[in-house]
């Protein structure tokens, strides 16, 4: 694109992506600088270039700050804002980068080292097709060093094989689980019958049954990229073996998701549906949908999310129930690939039902989840906690009439070490406690499994 139809674009659209109104106000003042400020110098940027093609990021990071002292004397110089949005990118600080990468443009639409960078950040940023466009107008350029051409041709052919994704996943595990039946935790129940409590022994098949198991499961994710919004679709099926007992499982899950990228934020609509049978019979569907708002595109973001699901237990319609939920989250993404997030709201379960034992529920629950590089694989856990209290007493013959106060913790743990490409070796831990003033939800249970994962 010729500069002049570029600057008359911009100045006509500084609203829109991939540049913004901010981006044009800092340009404006800085033409407007006292005369003092103008007469200021910038040095020659030649050694504020980090040495190595490419310069590796400790170089980056040395140069950072030596470029930011210099910003007052370079507010006018194209080549500046290039180098110092480079430095930004190559050391995680996107939305600073992308700001510096506009300035450049705007002080000189042709400078190519801002262009190519540019793109890159859009690319890092979710905005894959502004990123296609600006690549493609840098490798119809005549002046375009002939040793660059191949790089920007393989990140063109990579970003645009990124528009239509497809992942399959097989896992195949074999493991222990001291509560395959998720059973109470204790061998005999309290019941109180006028007033006067009376203890019963629990028969064997209503205790918690151990024993050896094998897990296959089959994931397919799917995801279609265009320029003002993407779908993604995710299958799961999982079968279990449980050799001990009759305590086999069965589940099939799919979620689909609407997403809107801005440069700002990300919307998400999503809706999905989870169905398990226990012992050869169907034990319980779910059904949801959801909102999600994550704010911010740099290396922590916000997450602001609200949801209303419906669970329909199979032959005991009685339990079913309307559970809306309001959650808030904040995490961080790190360049070496560790992340960590944080979640935690407000549940509201509402009995379909008016003769549900324990009426309507509500409660809180958070969940942390992280991950990070490990000898080679990928270390990653979840830790969840949830409070649900009953609006009324759950049933007369259980602590004459109390009403049922429910806390549970569950702890996962994964690591995943690649073998070779699309194999995997995994290990899975999981545990899972639930506390309760009513004996009979009292329960807890841990499971261990190692196994292998296929991609395809």
């Known amino acids: 694109m010729p500069a002049a139809d570029l600057i008359k674009r911009t100045l006509c659209n500084f609203v829109q992506p991939p540049f913004q109104c901010g981006s044009l106000a800092v340009l404006l003042a800085s033409l407007c600088v006292s005369s003092a400020a103008s007469a200021q110098v910038c040095p020659d940027l030649q050694p504020y270039y980090p040495a190595g093609n490419p310069a590796p990021q400790q170089a980056w990071q040395a140069t950072l700050p030596r470029l930011e002292a210099q910003l007052e004397n370079c507010l006018k110089s194209a080549e500046y804002f290039a180098l110092l949005g480079a430095a930004q990118l190559n050391t995680a600080r996107l939305s600073q980068a992308l700001e510096s990468l506009e300035r450049a443009l705007l002080l000189d639409p042709d400078n190519g080292a801002a262009r190519i960078d540019y793109a890159e950040g859009l690319y890092l940023a979710g905005q894959v097709f502004p990123a296609?466009?600006?690549?493609?107008?840098?490798?119809?350029?005549?002046?375009?060093?002939?040793?660059?051409?191949?790089?920007?041709?393989?990140?063109?052919?990579?970003?645009?094989?990124?528009?239509?994704?497809?992942?399959?996943?097989?896992?195949?595990?074999?493991?222990?689980?001291?509560?395959?039946?998720?059973?109470?935790?204790?061998?005999?129940?309290?019941?109180?019958?006028?007033?006067?409590?009376?203890?019963?022994?629990?028969?064997?098949?209503?205790?918690?049954?151990?024993?050896?198991?094998?897990?296959?499961?089959?994931?397919?994710?799917?995801?279609?990229?265009?320029?003002?919004?993407?779908?993604?679709?995710?299958?799961?099926?999982?079968?279990?073996?449980?050799?001990?007992?009759?305590?086999?499982?069965?589940?099939?899950?799919?979620?689909?998701?609407?997403?809107?990228?801005?440069?700002?934020?990300?919307?998400?609509?999503?809706?999905?549906?989870?169905?398990?049978?226990?012992?050869?019979?169907?034990?319980?569907?779910?059904?949801?949908?959801?909102?999600?708002?994550?704010?911010?595109?740099?290396?922590?973001?916000?997450?602001?999310?609200?949801?209303?699901?419906?669970?329909?237990?199979?032959?005991?319609?009685?339990?079913?129930?309307?559970?809306?939920?309001?959650?808030?989250?904040?995490?961080?993404?790190?360049?070496?690939?560790?992340?960590?997030?944080?979640?935690?709201?407000?549940?509201?379960?509402?009995?379909?039902?008016?003769?549900?034992?324990?009426?309507?529920?509500?409660g809180w629950n958070t969940r942390l989840t992280w991950q990070y590089s490990l000898w080679g694989g990928e270390l990653s856990s979840q830790l969840g906690y949830a409070s649900l209290d009953d609006e009324r007493g759950y049933s007369a013959l259980l602590a004459n009439g109390a009403t049922r106060q429910v806390d549970s913790y569950y702890a996962n743990l994964r690591?995943?070490?690649?073998?070779?490409?699309?194999?995997?070796?995994?290990?899975?831990?999981?545990?899972?406690?639930?506390?309760?003033?009513?004996?009979?939800?009292e329960n807890r249970g841990t499971a261990a499994e190692v196994g292998l994962a296929l991609d395809f």
């Open 132 to 362: 296609l466009e600006i690549n493609a107008s840098l490798l119809a350029r005549q002046d375009l060093p002939t040793a660059l051409k191949p790089m920007l041709q393989a990140r063109e052919q990579s970003w645009r094989q990124q528009t239509h994704n497809r992942r399959l996943l097989l896992e195949t595990t074999t493991g222990y689980d001291n509560n395959l039946n998720g059973a109470p935790s204790r061998s005999d129940l309290t019941l109180t019958f006028g007033g006067t409590p009376v203890s019963f022994a629990l028969d064997a098949a209503s205790q918690p049954l151990q024993g050896a198991f094998a897990n296959l499961r089959l994931g397919g994710a799917w995801q279609w990229l265009r320029p003002t919004r993407q779908h993604e679709l995710v299958t799961t099926a999982r079968v279990r073996q449980a050799f001990a007992a009759d305590a086999d499982l069965a589940q099939a899950d799919w979620r689909y998701t609407y997403v809107m990228p801005t440069r700002e934020n990300r919307w998400e609509w999503s809706a999905g549906s989870s169905h398990m049978l226990f012992g050869g019979s169907p034990l319980y569907s779910v059904g949801d949908v959801r909102g999600r708002l994550i704010l911010g595109d740099d290396r922590c973001r916000t997450t602001m999310e609200s949801g209303l699901q419906q669970v329909n237990y199979h032959g005991q319609t009685l339990m079913n129930g309307l559970e809306a939920s309001l959650l808030a989250g904040y995490g961080c993404l790190y360049s070496s690939g560790a992340q960590w997030q944080l979640e935690a709201g407000l549940l509201s379960n509402n009995a379909i039902d008016a003769g549900r034992p324990g009426g309507d529920r509500s």
């Open 415 to 441: 690591y995943r070490r690649p073998l070779r490409q699309g194999l995997a070796f995994l290990i899975n831990l999981s545990h899972q406690q639930q506390h309760s003033n009513l004996e009979p939800f």
